[in-house]
């Protein structure tokens, strides 16, 4: 099983009744996926264990049953859909779930925040690593180039979907509320935003760093069409919650969906705090976080 | 000695606009978007031509620069407009990191760059522009001194694949450059040929070198003329060459003299051939409001600054 690297699921499926077994599958692999960013921030004493804990589910359930994905990598991705991720700094997760998916060899993960590494800190498309259109970390950036991928898409007259993740921290950025704005006012109806809210930055909660407010209303003012996943962390309301933004892209507005998760998921030490932002696990805490992460498909 | 006359002015900003017109026609991947400025920037007749290829953003650089990344990815071949301060400063982190480090094919054009913005004073009139750009890697930087030349140099950077920040202006000025010219990125037009100083100069400040060279030729200097469209890459060999023959060299910029051409002419010889230089350019300050002609006399980027600049050189000899 080590060298497993192929991908679960080839054909799209955003059936939302799916088969248990698929469901199982998926919940498998959010497992392993799991371990995969414990030892790659443990090994490096550097990364951001704890949203990209938060955000495992809803990675490994878009990667594998939502896009409609082509096999090979190629930057334009014309005739599939194409995930951008704003908040870079939970490369753990997407690297883990791109290299799980079949994008890059498995042993490269180990090669993460390494010097000559593809697997920088934050993504970047500068070392040629499949499955990365554009470098993120500095925050904010990320809706904006979605919306232009998004229109590239319509020029070339490509019915596929853009898909995009943003921290809610993030959203402090003001670039962001240039883009809500236009995207709405430019009817970018092939674009589906997720919103990580997990309610943590790195000072502290949201609420106490700068409250913003009902992100809801927020969205919905400046025109978008705004669905909330209150579970951000079972696959099943992931799937129901992501057919259903699916079913609502092409009528004319951008589509929000607000994903309430909770940081540093799956790692009881890690959860319901903003202290696992950017911190690795020691010797014994990783321990602990991968005792209550079988290894499922094999630790690359 | 070669002498170059005009019958006809106007602005570099009309030469971008008569570019995008032709790559309209000519390339289907081009797209335009404008933040707000779409007449300063001349690029109407592209809108009114291929309107599904343009997008007005609104007063939203950032936002700007991010769909300009994205618009890449399918092939498409972004040109921003702006103002240079709104297309440079004001989105540095943007363009770091979606354009130039994610190593998109955008296009930044830049309008009424410098002092010769005029009237709207210093928060409009950029005098740092080359520098930030510059510094970035990877990131081509032109500067053309005409509107034949703007309109050949938009032209070519659309079949140039990777980030290019492209300078021009708000007045105008002699258009000197053959309307039929082909554009080379990266090389440089020598204009005259002389034996006593080589005069580097870009943009605006390359007419004002050729009056300089007229001047100087009458108190028996003879000035080699070199524009130099392109900043970054800059075409080393041209410099090196003329000066090893004049023995030194005047740079003229309407930029500030700190991370202009000047700075990069100095490094090159510094490193292969140490040559007195001296530098027409602003000397690390804010401009101010006026008239383009009362600004350029104001902080001493003219004719009459080149010619004093090229005595006091060749004096260093």
């Given at each position: 099983?080590?060298?497993?690297?192929?991908?679960?699921?080839?054909?799209?499926?955003?059936?939302?009744?799916?088969r248990?077994?698929?469901?199982?599958k998926?919940?498998t692999?959010?497992?392993?996926?799991?371990?995969?960013?414990?030892?790659?921030?443990?090994?490096?004493?550097?990364?951001?264990?704890?949203?990209?804990?938060?955000?495992?589910?809803?990675?490994?359930?878009?990667?594998?049953?939502?896009?409609?994905?082509?096999?090979?990598?190629?930057?334009?991705?014309?005739?599939?859909?194409?995930?951008?991720?704003?908040?870079?700094?939970?490369?753990?997760?997407?690297?883990?779930?791109?290299?799980?998916?079949?994008?890059?060899?498995?042993?490269?993960?180990?090669?993460?925040?390494?010097?000559?590494?593809r697997?920088?800190?934050?993504?970047?498309?500068?070392e040629?690593?499949?499955?990365?259109r554009?470098?993120?970390?500095?925050?904010?950036?990320?809706?904006?180039?979605?919306?232009?991928?998004?229109?590239?898409?319509?020029?070339?007259?490509?019915?596929?979907?853009?898909?995009?993740?943003?921290?809610?921290?993030?959203?402090?950025?003001?670039?962001?509320?240039?883009?809500?704005?236009?995207?709405s006012?430019?009817?970018?109806?092939?674009?589906?935003?997720?919103?990580?809210?997990?309610?943590?930055?790195?000072?502290?909660?949201?609420?106490?760093?700068?409250?913003m407010?009902?992100?809801?209303?927020?969205?919905?003012?400046?025109?978008?069409?705004?669905?909330?996943?209150?579970?951000?962390?079972?696959?099943?309301?992931?799937?129901?919650?992501?057919?259903?933004?699916?079913?609502?892209?092409?009528?004319?507005?951008p589509?929000?969906?607000?994903?309430?998760?909770?940081m540093?998921?799956?790692?009881?030490?890690?959860?319901?705090?903003?202290?696992?932002?950017?911190?690795?696990?020691?010797?014994?805490?990783?321990?602990?976080?991968?005792?209550?992460?079988?290894?499922?498909?094999?630790?690359? | 000695?070669?002498?170059?006359?005009?019958?006809?002015?106007?602005?570099?900003?009309?030469?971008?606009?008569?570019?995008?017109?032709?790559?309209?026609?000519?390339?289907?991947?081009?797209?335009?978007?404008?933040?707000?400025?779409?007449?300063?920037?001349?690029?109407?007749?592209?809108?009114?031509?291929?309107?599904?290829?343009?997008?007005?953003?609104?007063?939203?650089?950032?936002?700007?620069?991010?769909?300009?990344?994205?618009?890449?990815?399918?092939?498409?071949?972004?040109?921003?407009?702006?103002?240079?301060?709104?297309?440079?400063?004001?989105?540095?982190?943007?363009i770091?990191?979606?354009?130039?480090?994610?190593?998109?094919?955008?296009?930044?054009?830049?309008?009424?760059?410098?002092?010769?913005?005029?009237?709207?004073?210093?928060?409009?009139?950029?005098?740092?522009d080359?520098?930030?750009?510059?510094?970035?890697?990877?990131?081509?930087?032109?500067?053309?001194?005409?509107?034949?030349?703007?309109?050949?140099?938009?032209?070519?950077?659309?079949?140039?694949?990777?980030?290019?920040?492209?300078?021009?202006?708000?007045?105008?000025?002699?258009?000197?450059?053959?309307?039929?010219?082909?554009?080379?990125?990266?090389?440089?037009?020598?204009?005259?040929?002389?034996?006593d100083?080589?005069?580097?100069?870009?943009?605006?400040?390359?007419?004002?070198?050729?009056?300089?060279?007229k001047?100087?030729?009458?108190?028996?200097?003879?000035?080699?003329v070199?524009?130099?469209?392109?900043?970054?890459?800059?075409?080393?060999?041209?410099?090196?060459?003329?000066?090893?023959?004049?023995?030194?060299?005047?740079?003229?910029?309407?930029?500030?003299?700190?991370g202009?051409?000047?700075?990069?002419?100095?490094?090159?010889?510094?490193?292969?051939?140490?040559?007195?230089?001296?530098?027409?350019?602003?000397?690390?300050?804010?401009?101010?409001s006026g008239?383009p002609?009362?600004?350029m006399?104001?902080?001493?980027?003219?004719?009459?600054?080149?010619?004093?600049?090229?005595?006091?050189?060749?004096?260093?000899?």
């Open positions: 099983m080590t060298n497993y690297h192929k991908r679960l699921f080839l054909t799209p499926n955003i059936s939302i009744s799916l248990m077994a698929d469901i199982n998926l919940k692999l959010a497992t392993q996926v799991r371990r995969d960013i414990l030892r790659m921030v443990h090994k490096v004493n550097s990364g951001h264990p704890g949203g990209s804990l938060g955000c495992t589910e809803f990675f490994v359930t878009l990667y594998n049953e939502i896009m409609d994905r082509k096999e090979e990598f190629d930057m334009d991705g014309i005739g599939e859909d194409l995930f951008f991720l704003s908040n870079g700094h939970i490369s753990p997760v997407f690297y883990s779930v791109l290299e799980r998916d079949g994008y890059f060899p498995i042993e490269e993960l180990s090669t993460f925040r390494l010097i000559d590494s697997l920088q800190g934050h993504p970047t498309t500068h040629g690593l499949p499955g990365v554009v470098a993120s970390g500095s925050l904010g950036q990320g809706m904006s180039v979605a919306i232009g991928a998004a229109h590239a898409k319509k020029l070339n007259n490509d019915s596929h979907l853009v898909y995009s993740l943003h921290g809610d921290g993030e959203l402090q950025e003001g670039q962001n509320w240039e883009a809500i704005m236009y995207a006012a430019k009817k970018v109806d092939n674009l589906i935003a997720t919103v990580d809210l997990n309610g943590q930055q790195i000072d502290g909660a949201t609420d106490d760093v700068l409250p407010g009902s992100i809801k209303a927020k969205f919905e003012a400046f025109g978008w069409i705004v669905l909330e996943i209150e579970e951000g962390n079972n696959i099943e309301a992931i799937l129901k919650g992501m057919a259903e933004a699916k079913s609502k892209s092409g009528k004319g507005k589509v929000c969906v607000l994903l309430k998760t909770i540093g998921h799956g790692v009881d030490f890690m959860m319901y705090t903003h202290a696992w932002h950017g911190k690795a696990p020691n010797d014994e805490q990783l321990a602990i976080g991968l005792a209550q992460n079988p290894e499922t498909l094999g630790d690359y | 000695m070669k002498t170059y006359t005009y019958t006809e002015k106007k602005d570099t900003r009309s030469g971008f606009g008569a570019g995008m017109t032709e790559l309209g026609k000519t390339n289907p991947n081009v797209v335009a978007l404008c933040a707000d400025l779409v007449g300063s920037l001349k690029i109407q007749t592209f809108i009114d031509e291929n309107p599904e290829r343009f997008f007005q953003v609104g007063v939203a650089e950032a936002n700007m620069m991010g769909i300009a990344a994205g618009l890449t990815i399918g092939g498409k071949i972004p040109f921003t407009g702006t103002f240079a301060n709104f297309s440079t400063g004001r989105v540095y982190d943007q770091r990191q979606s354009i130039a480090y994610s190593g998109k094919n955008v296009k930044i054009c830049a309008s009424h760059a410098g002092l010769t913005l005029g009237e709207d004073g210093a928060t409009h009139q950029i005098l740092e080359i520098g930030l750009m510059k510094m970035l890697p990877g990131m081509t930087v032109i500067n053309p001194c005409d509107f034949n030349q703007t309109k050949a140099a938009t032209i070519a950077i659309a079949e140039h694949k990777g980030p290019v920040y492209l300078r021009f202006g708000r007045p105008s000025v002699p258009i000197f450059t053959p309307e039929d010219q082909k554009f080379e990125i990266g090389k440089a037009v020598h204009l005259t040929e002389g034996n100083v080589t005069i580097v100069a870009t943009g605006h400040l390359v007419w004002e070198a050729l009056e300089a060279s001047a100087l030729y009458e108190k028996g200097i003879s000035a080699e070199i524009n130099i469209h392109t900043i970054k890459p800059l075409d080393k060999k041209s410099i090196l060459n003329s000066v090893a023959k004049t023995g030194c060299v005047v740079s003229a910029e309407e930029h500030n003299y700190f202009g051409l000047g700075e990069s002419v100095a490094r090159v010889l510094a490193t292969h051939k140490p040559t007195p230089q001296e530098f027409v350019a602003t000397q690390d300050t804010f401009g101010e008239t002609a009362q600004l006399d104001k902080y001493g980027l003219n004719s009459q600054a080149i010619v004093k600049a090229s005595e006091k050189v060749i004096k260093r000899k």
